[in-house]
Each structure stands twice: as C-alpha cells, then as structure tokens.
C-alpha cells in the first residue's frame, strides 16, 4: 500500500540540506590547544607577538592585558579574539582566572593572502565582545571546557570538532564591519547559500521558474543569477537540479522508497524521467546503484 503522504516516510528537520556548505566555504579551523590559566602571583607575562588565533574568555574577574601597546580589560561574560600578527602581554593577577583557545584560520581560496580577519582600522578594544544573548555559543563554550578537563588521549579529536563550531560562534558576535572585506564577501555568500538551500529544501516537488525564485528571495532576477554565480560557481537553477539529483540519489542509498515514489516527491515529470536524468547525472541508474548496495550488504552478511 503507498502512503498518502510524502510525511509518512519519516520526519526530517534540519538547518541545511545535502549540498553540504563545506564543498563552499573556503575556511577552516585548526585546534592548536586550551589551557585553564590560574596565576598565582600577579605578574607580567613576556610580550609575544602571535602566529595564530587566541581567544581568551575570563572565568572569574576581568582579564587584563596589553595587545598591540594598549592595555584593555575584559570583563566575565565577555572575550577577546588575538589574531596573527598582534603583540600580547598577559596581566596576570593572583584570581583571575582565565580559559585560552589557541586555533588556526585556514583558507582554501588563494586570494587570501592575509590571514587576519579583522580590519586594520579596527581597535583593539573592537576585538572584545560579549556573549550575553548568544546561548548556543555559551553551551559550546560550556561543553568545551568539560570536554577539556577530561583525561583522555582521543579528547583531542573531540575539541577539533568542537573548535569549528565555536570559531564560528564568535564570529557572530562581531558585527560584520569589523571583518575585513573578503571575509565579510565569504560570509555574505555563507547567508546567501543557506537561504538559496532553505529555498530548495521548501520547494523540492513543486516547478517554479527563475522568476519565481527571485521574487520567493525577495530580490532581483539578475541580483539571484549574480549572487549564485558567486556563490555557488553555477546559475541558480542548475543549482537547484544539482541538489535534486543528491537528494534522490540519498533517498535511493538509504530507503526502500519505490522510484516512482522518489519522483513524485521530488517534482520529476514521472519514474522514467527521474530514471533517465538520474543516469545522465551519475552514470548509473537508481535501479542499479540500489542492486549494488544490496549485493554488497548480503556480501558482507555471509
């Protein structure tokens, strides 16, 4: 019996769909490491000009430091990004504690040649920001710090993880003109990819037309076509067939779905044109992808 209802399959409910953003953002984090600094004695630490990412968020009173010859204080609830290049001395005072993450920002894209995302006509006071309002970042930060404490040689795994999420966390916190202006442009496009992938997601079965898209986005035909162009190297329809073909080709991998089914469901004209342009795209047809996998699971049961 075929269900009356696409829903009935399952549930599904997420932020972003299978085109995954990762094949698009050219950055990338790499954990350096975190320690839990306890000072015993109030001193001034040696000035040390920094290579990498450092955020310092205070865990009882303020931290103190001097970044780039000015002394700032930040207080609880707050943190300070350090980025490559600055020079820092830490204050430290018998007290105040503090939590350090040291990180690398990696980019795929060879325009970016500088690796500091803040602007030069930035303050260093700019580089402080509060975490009030931001409860996501705050059980990253939470989560991070137990995980962090733990005695465990694969722990370091687990912070490699975490520290992606939370880069991206802090990043939130900044407004966008504290960026520089590549960085801004990549993150501009992150938003833009993630409203285009929101879109598709929505309207997977239904037929709809550039002009449809744009006015569904609220901007211009030629702003959409422009913006995808940038954003995802292709035009916005193209785009979207791409994301079709993986969402049939997971659907096939990972359901016992009829194809027929599969085609309604994804607005395909009828099961021979879902097959055909599913071979076009893959090279294969979904009725020998799914014999494959099936052939390989009973392999690996005798």
Known sequence: MRPSDDNEYYLREYSFSDIELTNYNPFSTRFRGAAFVSPRTDSLYKLHRHDGYEIIIPLSKSYRCILNGEHIAVGKNSFLMIQPGDAHQDELRKGSDFFAIGMDLLCRDPLFEDSRIFRKEVPVSGRIASIEGHDGLRELLELFSRTARKDSPRIFYVLRGLCEALFWEFMMCFPSSSFSRFFVQNSEQEDFRGMLLKFFEENTSRKFSLNDMAESL?????????????????????????????????????????????????????????????????????????????????????
């Not at 995802?232 to 791409?242: G, I, R, S, T, V």
């Not at 099961?271 to 699971?297: A, G, I, N």
């Open 218 to 302: 609220g901007m211009s035909r030629r702003s959409l076509i422009r913006k995808s162009q940038e954003s995802l190297k292709q035009p916005p329809l193209k785009a979207f067939n791409e994301y079709r073909m993986r969402r049939a080709e997971e659907l096939v991998k990972n359901t016992d779905m009829p194809f027929k089914d599969i085609s309604r469901m994804l607005g395909f004209e009828n099961q021979y044109h879902f097959s055909r342009l599913f071979k076009d795209y893959f090279k294969h047809s979904p009725r020998m992808l799914r014999k494959r996998l099936m052939t390989s699971e009973t392999a690996l049961v005798f």
